[in-house]
């Protein structure tokens, strides 16, 4: 149970309102420049600290959004579910039940509202984005965990049915898979799959930085070594001096890969009494 639990274990210039698998330039590019400073937040002093830099870009979408996009109510779910999964590293107890509930709002919002246009078309990013939420949620308990694991899988794999080069997409699906027993679909091989297919299609250095990531923490819990300095190597290239990187490094010199280290966080209460509906 421990282990199957685990895995399961993640304005008023009116837009058209319209479901589409695309979403506008500004919303791309704004997404992408959002989640590239996270990989070197912390390396060097600045005026600002991340949640207030965080808060200065959620205030321009909400000014800049309603003209630039294209599908605004979409538009808005995504950046809403980014803000709050961003918000989570710093404004709030990752644990907290304020945080929890925040969580549980917004992916369901995000459930339903894709459940009503999915013929129309999703964009990858709401998949992914509610995927993360749902994933981080769903650690609260094993009864949680077990009632919405296969559903983040299959938001990962509907992101990359739409665009099967998302490296983000593939990132996760592949975590997903490293921790999920053989019966549902999982496994260390076919996680590495995704990893490789996730460094392949990575346009940004984030992304690069993640995907030579969790290829090197395969290799080392593979005992091959060398691999696993190769790809921590690229990892760095992307993102020099990192942090994050070098507590991994000081983690692997005692044995420990990151998956082991992150199935030893995973914070799943197996006492939490909980009914989901």
Not at 258 to 267: A, I, K, P, Q, T
Request: some cysteine; charged content about 30%.
């Amino acid at each position: 149970m421990r282990k199957i639990a685990i895995f399961l274990g993640i304005f008023f210039i009116a837009a058209p309102l319209f479901c589409s698998e695309k979403i506008s330039d500004y919303a791309e590019q704004k997404i992408l420049q959002i989640l590239n400073p996270y990989v070197v937040f912390g390396l060097k002093a600045t005026e600002e600290s991340p949640l207030q830099r965080l808060m200065a870009w959620e205030a321009e979408v909400e000014h800049d959004l309603p003209s630039a996009a294209i599908d605004l109510e979409q538009e808005r779910l995504i950046f809403e579910s980014l803000f709050l999964m961003e918000k989570r590293h710093y404004q709030y107890d990752p644990k907290s039940p304020e945080m929890y509930k925040k969580l549980k709002e917004q992916f369901k919002k995000n459930d339903q509202w894709i459940s009503e246009h999915e013929k129309e078309g999703i964009n990858r990013w709401l998949y992914l984005f509610t995927g993360d939420m749902t994933s981080c949620y769903m650690m609260r308990s094993i009864p949680a965990t077990l009632y919405y694991g296969l559903g983040v899988k299959r938001l990962y794999e509907n992101a990359i049915k739409v665009d099967p080069s998302f490296a983000y997409g593939h990132i996760n699906l592949g975590i997903w898979k490293y921790y999920a027993p053989g019966i549902f679909g999982g496994g260390a091989k076919k996680a590495l799959k995704h990893y490789e297919a996730a460094a392949k299609g990575a346009k940004t250095d984030k992304a690069k930085y993640i995907a030579n990531l969790y290829l090197s923490q395969y290799w080392f819990e593979k005992k091959d070594m060398e691999k696993c300095a190769e790809f921590l190597d690229k990892a760095e290239e992307c993102s020099p001096g990192n942090k994050e990187l070098a507590l991994i490094r000081k983690v692997n010199t005692r044995g420990i890969s990151l998956f082991e280290f992150n199935r030893s966080e995973s914070g799943i209460d197996e006492n939490t009494d909980e009914e989901e509906e």
